[in-house]
Each structure stands twice: as C-alpha cells, then as structure tokens.
C-alpha cells in the first residue's frame, strides 16, 4: 500500500506521517478508517488541517497544511513556534538552522488545555510589529533577536521590548507602528551620519524619541 503525502509549503516529511500514523501494510484499503485518520492526522499541534482520501486500487492520500511561524518561545520541555494568531506548536520536521532564525519571545505564560497549548492573545500586536518592520526597514528586522512582552499586557503603557543581535534595545509603544518605525528610521539615520552608536532607543513616549548613547 502507498501513502501520498500532499504538503507543498509544509516541513512534516512522508515518512514522518507513515510512521506516525503506522498503518500496517497487510491492511486492506477498504479497511483503513479515513475519519479516525484525519482526526489523528489534526491533533498534531503543527497541523492546521489535514483530510485523507482513497485513490484505488493501493493508495491512500493525505492533504495537510500546516501552521506557519512567526517566532519561537523556549520553555523547559523544549522549543515552541507560534504562528501569527498565537497558536503555539511542537517543531516537527524543521531544521535546527530554521527554528535558530526565529525571533524569541519572553515573558509569555504558557498554558495548555488537553493536548492544545492555549493560543497568545496579544499575538497579533506582535505580527503586526514583525510584518511592518520587515515591510519598512527589512534589513533592521534582520536584527531581531529576542522581543520581551513582559510589559504588552499593560493597560497604561503596553511595550514590546526588542532586542537586537548588536545589543540594542528597542522599545516599542503597542499600536501605530508606522509611526514609530519612521521614528526609528530618522534615528538610525541620525545616528549613522553623526558616527554614534545607541544602546537603548525608547520609540514609546508621545512627542520624542529619546536614545542612549554606548558608552
């Protein structure tokens, strides 16, 4: 019996999914519980959809798609990616390199239901930052190493604490980042012309931008 894999933008492999599933070669297709396949196929935390179908006379063929990472979070039982609305997940089939190049987030709690991590709730806050920075200064969001979210659940003052792979500290107000990465932009300018180096840029407070010079 063959196992078709159809998961053209996905990292679960073939031959993850076959021993995964562990469908005995003897049993015959007619026999095989597509329902129970599918269901199985969808607990897998990285498994966005998945639907399984015969095609005779010896085929079985399993469409999935898969959640696609935004960032990663390091707990004690290991690495875990999560996507653009906050759902978190196992890394199945990525390589070391891939889940390396992933900004980190801290201060999240993790918590889980059943088998389900409960999704972040302020994680469109944190795509909406990651997809305006790549979008107006890209070569900056290459930078982005670690972003702390300690403080994004403020009600007063909501901050995303970026820091960057050459020791800088961004702070970011939640909303308008538009605004603020033209801020950013003009610094960095500023910065670069006059040959001085930052250690801390606050984009956060209304009417300035305030940096700290490297000592």
């Known amino acids: 019996k063959k196992l078709f894999l ?7 492999s073939p031959k993850w999914i076959r021993e995964y599933l562990g469908i005995k070669k ?11 396949l599918k269901r199985k196929i969808e607990n897998v935390n990285q498994v966005n959809s998945a639907k399984a179908e ?11 798609t898969e959640k696609k990472p935004i960032a990663k979070v390091n707990t004690s039982n290991g690495v875990l990616l ?4 906050g ?5 199945i089939c990525y390589k070391v390199e891939e889940i390396d190049s992933l900004v980190e987030l801290t201060g999240i ?3 889980k239901q059943g088998q389900r991590y409960v999704a972040y709730p302020m994680a469109k806050t944190v795509n909406e930052l990651f997809a305006e920075t790549k979008k107006m200064l890209p070569a900056v969001f290459n930078t982005y190493q670690m972003v702390d979210l300690s403080d994004l659940h403020s009600k007063v003052s909501p901050l995303l604490e970026v820091y960057t ?3 800088v500290k961004i702070i970011f107000l939640a909303g308008d980042f538009n605004k603020q990465l033209s801020k950013l932009e003009y610094v960095l300018r500023y910065a670069k012309d006059k040959s001085v180096r930052g250690s801390q840029i606050d984009l956060s407070l209304e009417g300035r931008t305030d940096m700290k010079l490297r000592k």
Not at 87 to 91: A, D, G, L, N, Q
């Open 54 to 64: 015969r095609v005779y006379p010896d085929q079985i063929k399993i469409c999935i």
């Open 6 to 12: 159809d998961n053209p933008d996905g990292k679960i």
């Open 82 to 85: 999560m996507s653009a609305s």
């Open 109 to 111: 709690k993790i918590l």
């Open 26 to 36: 003897a049993t015959p297709i007619d026999k095989i519980d597509l329902i129970s």
């Open 165 to 167: 792979n050459e020791d």
């Open 87 to 91: 759902e978190f997940f196992e890394p």
